[in-house]
Each structure stands twice: as structure tokens, then as C-alpha cells.
């Protein structure tokens, strides 16, 4: 969806590159497959201070798995080999992977290469179904034993409607079926974070008042995922 890559500010054309075509090229199997392009021509600087890297997703993923087929090595490691080979995790004090709401194989990458995973879903029975399934994935991952489990570092309500009774007692269940990973704040759907999106921003970039609440909640989460991560 590259979603991440739009409100970062990544212009698309139709001879856009991005992470799909380095994974490709990262494996040698499909070596009829490799483009011309490498990891520093594809990374993008955003953000006021040029503090955040990003390498942009597209379409392309969404044949990941298709791509992957007939290969004979870990189809799951792919990533994770990437990553080691780029040695990325040496140059950053964090790698966010922004994955999509599948449980493919391409997620099944994102978690085998990852050291926490944080859940984001809606208050509702097909959220609950969704993360039971999510879990039985976190479950074959162990299973496998081609690499560590990731750390389930807090679940997030997101789109949350707190009009509605029914919200409040389906998010009452989940929580109770959760046990005692980190429940985060509730993100509703605020104007503020609307405008943000809209505009290709960060809540960070505005200094009114109005935006200080969201601020406070996006600050309180990355610090108790870099608390868990110590």
C-alpha cells in the first residue's frame, strides 16, 4: 500500500524503485530478476532536521510472495538477510517496518526480522478474530526455529468511537483475552491527526496547543517501546 511512503512525502512514478526490487536483488535464485538500482540510491531523508531515513515501499510487494515461490532457500529469512547484509542495523538506533494488514509471507519476514512488534487494530469482533490469527502466526514463527520471536510490545486501539457502547464491550473482552502485554492509549480519530495526514506532516511539525495532546501520546509510546527494547 505504501502508505508510510506517501505521508512521508515519496513522489511515485512509474519508474519508481523501492524496497521490493532490493529484496529481489538481495537473492540470488532470481538473479534474472535483479535491476540496476542499490540500497543509498533508494534511501529518502525526511523530517525538519533530516533526522529519518526511509526506503519506500510500492506496489510491487504485493507480489512478494508470487516472487518468492520457487526459490529453495528460508522464503522467511529474506528480510532478515537483507538487513544483515545492508548493515543497517549497525547505522540506526531503530528500524521501523511498517507491515500491511496481511499475515503473508511478507509479514512473516517483518516478524522474523524483527526484535518487537507492536498491534494495532480496532475494538470489534473482526479485530479479535484478526488477532488470534495474528498470534497463531507469532506461534509458527516460534515453531519454525529459524529465528527469535519477536517481543510483542503493545497493542494499540486505533480508529477508536468511544460513542458507542458496543466499542466499549468488545474492547473490554480483547483487553481481558490480551492478558498483560501493554495496552496503549486509544487513537481516535482527531482532528489533529486528520489535518496531519491530509498534509503530509508529523503532529511534531505543528506548535499549536491542540496538537500538544497527540504529541504527548506519540512521545509516551515511543518511549515505552524503547524502554522494552533496553
Excluded: W
Aim: charge should be negative; aromatic fraction near 8%.
Amino acid at each position: 500500500q505504501a502508505n508510510l511512503s506517501l505521508l512521508l512525502g515519496y513522489e511515485f512514478d512509474q519508474q519508481s524503485f523501492n524496497i521490493h526490487h532490493l529484496l529481489i536483488n538481495s537473492v540470488k535464485e532470481l538473479k534474472p530478476l535483479h535491476t540496476a538500482i542499490s540500497l543509498p540510491e533508494l534511501i529518502e531523508t525526511c523530517g525538519e532536521d533530516k533526522a529519518i531515513d526511509y526506503i519506500p515501499a510500492g506496489q510491487e510487494l504485493s507480489g512478494f510472495e508470487l516472487s518468492m515461490s520457487a526459490i529453495s532457500a528460508p522464503r522467511q529469512l529474506i528480510l532478515n538477510r537483507f538487513l544483515a547484509q545492508s548493515h543497517l542495523k549497525e547505522h540506526y538506533d531503530y528500524i521501523v517496518i511498517d507491515g500491511p494488514p496481511t499475515l503473508g509471507l511478507l509479514v512473516v519476514n517483518i516478524l522474523c526480522a524483527s526484535d518487537g512488534v507492536i498491534i494495532p487494530f480496532q475494538p470489534d469482533q473482526f479485530s479479535r478474530k484478526g488477532l488470534e490469527h495474528f498470534h497463531q502466526v507469532l506461534d509458527d514463527v516460534a515453531d519454525m526455529g529459524i529465528s527469535k520471536v519477536p517481543k510483542v510490545l503493545g497493542y494499540i486501539p486505533n480508529l477508536v468511537d468511544n460513542r458507542r457502547k458496543q466499542v466499549h464491550k468488545d474492547f473490554d473482552v480483547i483487553k481481558n483475552e490480551l492478558g498483560s502485554v501493554p495496552m496503549h492509549e486509544s487513537f481516535a480519530n482527531k482532528v489533529q491527526l486528520v489535518r496531519a495526514c491530509a498534509q503530509n506532516k508529523s503532529v511534531f511539525d505543528y506548535k499549536a496547543k491542540e496538537f500538544l495532546p497527540i504529541q504527548e501520546q506519540f512521545l509516551n509510546l515511543a518511549q515505552s517501546v524503547g524502554e522494552q527494547l533496553l
